[in-house]
């Protein structure tokens, strides 16, 4: 298991409150139904260790297999295309995580939308820091008493559900979130207990819980449910770079379509996210013909 390819994707953006590595370890904050927790693992070898403090320590523990790829089943999928095969081998380490939890995936996917990488990371920052809560971990090392990791990074918890709905607009505004991604959040903060249940579900009946809430399309859940249900099969479609890599990377197209991407994907039906994934690894995309998406800043405005 490589512990960066499977727990990478939780991380938004190299400044994320919730996360930080050090060398062969990951440190994740995370808000679990029993509250607040903060998780350290680390791979030494062939051999992972964990600890975790907080009121959730023992719900993320239990979950800790799920997060580092218990549930996936990297054997059933076979590459079928000479690229995808070498960057398959390249990276046998590779597992699709699964957190159990919606929102906290969800959030900061919503945050993403319609907008470059760096304005959804710099809001995300910004809104857990301010709203959310200095995460639960080792004691402080200046105390001789205490047996503290010097190690640690300060990390944050991402806010409560109520605590979303209560972000006042000009505060959404300063941190760069338009009205329709702000209330999209305030939603889907207010159905939170619905919509963490859509971990139980299979993918389609997981989706069509997202995309109840308005706001929330096929984009937004495929990314959410990557990552809370472990979801294999869950292809991105509806976005702005993918199908033209995945175009280009499968079949020289970098003009290719969400349709024309479902059909190259097609052979690996159940794998899907998958297998873009290591399209996306393999660093194979189009040489850049326009420029790049601008950048704004609403709360400059």
Known sequence: MDLGLTLGPLR????????????????????????????????????????????????????????????????AFVPRHRLVHASHRRRPGLRLTRTGLVLESLIPTVLEQKVTADEAYRAWRRLVRQYGEPAPGPADPADPADSADPAAPNLYVMPAPRTWTLIPSWDWHKAGVDSKRSATIVRAARLAARLEEATAMDLPAAAAR????????PWTSAETLQRSNGAADAVTTGDLHLPGIIGYALAGNRDADDAAMLELLAPYAGQRHRAARLVLLAGAAPPRRAPRMPRGDIGKL
């Not at 062969?24 to 680390?42: D, E, K, S």
């Not at 997202?210 to 399309?217: F, K, Q, S, W």
């Open 12 to 75: 938004r953006g190299p400044a994320d409150p919730t996360f930080r590595t050090t060398p062969g370890t990951v440190w994740r904050a995370t808000r679990t139904p029993a509250g607040p927790a903060t998780l350290r693992v680390t791979l030494d070898g062939a051999e992972v260790s964990a600890t975790a403090w907080g009121p959730g320590a023992d719900w993320i523990l239990d979950g800790l297999p799920e997060l580092l790829g218990s549930a996936d089943d990297p054997a």
């Open 210 to 217: 997202l995309e109840a809430v308005p706001g929330i399309g």
